[in-house]
């Protein structure tokens, strides 16, 4: 019934695609009580967000986990928790691809995404809309702020998929868009935003949960000891940019 519904939503997207437009609520990255509700974890919402002068684009392939190719993630060899990691981390370069007008990189991000679905056996209409999204965007047709927005309608679909398969599952997607956007925000220089103690909080309590490597949890808190600084040098920028590149590398 959950695939159905899910599958009836993204192709009722697909149809009214080019009447789509997004509300952008202001991003609040301490949203998170522990008897509270939880963070806001829209991934173009924080983009949005992100104040800095230099191409998104280009920050986010120069500090990509990736490097120069998406097959790189060599994802066959790994585990469903690492793959819904890594597909959040696919989808927020993607964003920030498509906002600095690097549209051949954005669609081999996609395309990776579309091979996992596959061997997922997510829902079709997951797939199609991703297919739907990479055409647009190597087609070249419409501006960037345009497709950003098609793009950005994935992640509330994908993430009723992800919490039909387990809450975990759904956790590791939002960290991996998550990490991907702080890492942007520190290549940025935007001090300010890198000032998430909730945000911090939550994904280190849920990563202890999870039984996530130490190195992981050690990494968040020290992310969590910058966040906390009265005055974040540009040192604590680089650290910050490093502990999030030691935390992908360990869950994925």
Known sequence: MKRMKLAMI?????????AVVLSQDGFDPNTYKSDGPMPYFNSHAFQSGIRSTGNIGD?????????????????AARSDEARFFL??????EALAYVTGGKGELASQRLEVIEGEFVKMGAPSSLYGFITKARNMIEN?????????????????FFEEYAKAQSEDKLTLFRAGAWLVNMSLTAA???????????????FTSELKRMDAPKGVVDALEEIAAISGKAD??????????????QIEQLLS
């Open 87 to 92: 597909i959040g981390a696919l989808y927020t």
């Open 188 to 202: 940025s220089g935007d001090r300010e935003l890198l000032r998430q103690p909730a945000t911090l909080s939550y």
């Open 59 to 75: 920050m986010a392939k120069q500090h990509s986990p990736l490097q120069s190719r998406a097959s790189t993630y060599g994802f």
């Open 140 to 156: 070249a047709k419409y501006p960037p702020e345009y497709l950003v927005t098609v793009l950005s309608l994935f992640q509330p």
């Open 10 to 18: 993204c192709s009722v997207l697909l149809l009214l695609v080019p």
């Open 232 to 245: 974040i040098t540009d040192k604590d920028t680089q650290k910050v940019l490093q502990l999030v590149t």
